[in-house]
């Protein structure tokens, strides 16, 4: 009987030895997997990444819109993704990037960066690929158009640009980004609100913004258009001279330029600007991207990238934003041959 009673304490004894200890793993397991003071989203892009690096495509030259817009997404996701890479791969607005990154299907560290340009260009260009071929996981900004001349120019008002392009349209020669971009359907805008064909509007598209300031500088066009953030340091220094904005209304930015609307005539035009992931990828990965981007959003780096470079915040996520995309693709089109520069 005493060696049984021995036997059956035995165990008893072993588990109040390690009950505590056992209690102790338990909680801090849960504290572990509950942790308030972990980040969810930086947790959540981990699960998506798996260890891979983030990688954000700008499908047009350094110093551009696109640009501008990955590498200040890179600088306000460090907290949250740590380290990502950003890459150039330009031309054709955009739809040269465009047919690299659709290959890159089902990955989720592939981003690209796109915008309204991407879908003109991809119409006028007659591309085999669209943003249909994409995942829209959010927008981000809103940025206008800027009509500038070179300092010494004499055409001094968009009166005088008007009056020239109803004289001699050829003569009046604009230069801007690519080919059925922003830059190149204002032009046409501006020529149909002046009287003329906007189909004939001598239009000289490049690749980048620093390219076309170089062409109106030299004096080998009359005119450019340009992003408002990417020519605002030109305006300021006296290189070129703002004769109106796209907006609606004047902009806190360019106070003294007046809207095209002020000036005369009848346009508005906004530029905008967005994420997209490689189709094929799970539901999953797409919510936890969106949620990534939509938190960067609210970032200190973030909001004082758009205070910094005038743009507006035009955050739109989810099914909202996949709508909005293809509504644009419709929109671009009517508008694109409408001024006669829609695929043939």
């Given at each position: 009987m005493r060696n049984r009673r021995r036997q059956d304490t035995a165990p008893r004894r072993r588990w109040t030895y390690w009950a505590p200890l056992a209690v102790a793993v338990l909680a801090t397991g849960a504290l572990v997997a509950t942790d308030p003071g972990e980040d969810p989203e930086r947790g959540a892009a981990a699960r998506v990444l798996a260890g891979?690096?983030?990688?954000?495509?700008?499908?047009?030259?350094?110093?551009?819109?696109?640009?501008?817009?990955?590498?200040?997404?890179?600088?306000?996701?460090?907290?949250?993704v740590g380290r990502s890479e950003v890459y150039n791969v330009s031309g054709a607005g955009g739809t040269i990037g465009l047919s690299q990154f659709v290959r890159h299907q089902g990955d989720p560290s592939q981003l690209m960066t796109t915008g309204l340009i991407m879908i003109g260009a991809a119409e006028t260009n007659d591309s085999p690929h669209s943003l249909s071929e994409?995942?829209?996981?959010?927008?981000?900004?809103?940025?206008?158009?800027v009509v500038v001349t070179s300092a010494d120019s004499p055409l001094r008002d968009m009166t005088s640009v008007a009056d020239a392009m109803r004289a001699d349209l050829r003569g009046v020669s604009i230069s801007g980004g690519s080919a059925g971009g922003v830059e190149h359907i204002l032009a046409a805008m501006?020529?149909?609100?002046?009287?003329?064909?906007?189909?004939?509007?001598?239009?000289?598209?490049?690749?980048?913004?620093?390219?076309?300031?170089?062409?109106?500088?030299?004096?080998?066009?009359s005119l450019g258009i340009s992003g408002v953030s990417e020519i605002?340091?030109?305006?300021?220094?006296?290189?070129?001279?703002?004769?109106?904005?796209?907006?609606?209304?004047r902009l806190p930015e360019l106070p003294d330029v007046p809207?095209?609307?002020?000036?005369?005539?009848?346009?508005?035009?906004?530029?905008?600007?967005?994420?997209?992931?490689?189709k094929g990828i799970s539901a999953e990965h797409e919510h936890a991207?969106?949620?990534?981007?939509?938190?960067?959003?609210?970032?200190?780096?973030?909001?004082?990238?758009?205070?910094?470079?005038?743009?507006?915040?035009?955050?739109?996520?989810?099914?909202?934003?996949?709508?909005f995309v293809r509504s644009e693709e419709s929109r671009v089109a009517e508008l694109l041959a409408e001024i006669g520069l829609g695929r043939r």
């Open positions: 891979q690096q983030l990688r954000i495509m700008a499908p047009a030259a350094p110093g551009g819109g696109w640009d501008q817009t990955s590498r200040e997404m890179q600088s306000a996701l460090r907290d949250l994409t995942v829209p996981l959010v927008r981000l900004t809103t940025d206008y158009q501006l020529a149909k609100a002046a009287g003329a064909n906007p189909a004939e509007v001598s239009y000289v598209a490049h690749s980048g913004g620093g390219e076309a300031l170089t062409t109106l500088l030299s004096g080998r066009s605002r340091p030109q305006i300021e220094a006296g290189q070129v001279r703002a004769l109106a904005v796209s907006s609606p209304h809207t095209l609307r002020e000036a005369g005539l009848d346009v508005e035009l906004q530029n905008w600007r967005g994420v997209v992931a490689p991207l969106e949620q990534v981007l939509l938190e960067m959003t609210r970032t200190p780096g973030w909001r004082e990238a758009l205070a910094r470079r005038g743009w507006g915040d035009a955050t739109l996520a989810g099914p909202e934003f996949e709508e």
